[in-house]
């Protein structure tokens, strides 16, 4: 997410394949491949990588930032389920940043909706009102 909009990652997805194909067990790598692919629209291999950042362990800051990454990206393709199944592993995994937090409880209430669930959507944005009230 914004990691990927600052430019976080270096490098193309071509060059980062190189680094994967040396060091194919560096969770980095691959979530940076995964930013790489994410910021050209290439929702479904960006999602693939970041599973595989995931799979092979990340820092739990980045492992946060890969799980909301992968849910934009499986949105990106249609994957409402996984999305908010990526927004439901963030609010699982109890972040500090009660910004973060909202923001996570703020998506999944979107996608919420987006499957029709308008009942879990509005306790959603409840939990979001009461963890960052708007001034």
């Known amino acids: 997410m914004l990691k990927d909009a600052l430019g976080g990652y ?7 394949t190189r680094v994967i194909a040396r060091r194919p067990e560096d969770a980095e790598g691959w979530y940076n491949r995964a930013n790489a692919r994410s910021s050209t629209g290439d ?5 693939a990588d970041y ?4 799979k092979l362990g990340l820092r739990f800051r980045e492992a946060i930032a890969a799980y909301g990454n992968r849910a934009i990206a499986r949105a990106g393709f249609g994957d409402i389920d996984g999305a908010i199944e990526d927004c439901t592993a963030i609010i699982d995994r109890r972040p500090n940043n009660k910004r973060l937090l909202c923001t996570a409880f703020m998506q999944r209430a979107l996608l919420k909706e987006k499957k029709g669930d308008s009942e879990g959507a509005a ?3 409840t939990i979001a009102d009461l963890l960052c009230p708007r001034l």
């Not at 599973?51 to 995931?54: D, E, I, R, S």
Request: proline share 0%; glycine share 16%; charged share 35%.
């Open 51 to 54: 599973t595989m950042a995931l």
């Open 43 to 47: 929702f479904r291999g960006a999602e």
């Open 123 to 125: 306790g959603d944005r």
């Open 10 to 16: 270096r490098g193309t997805a071509d060059e980062i």
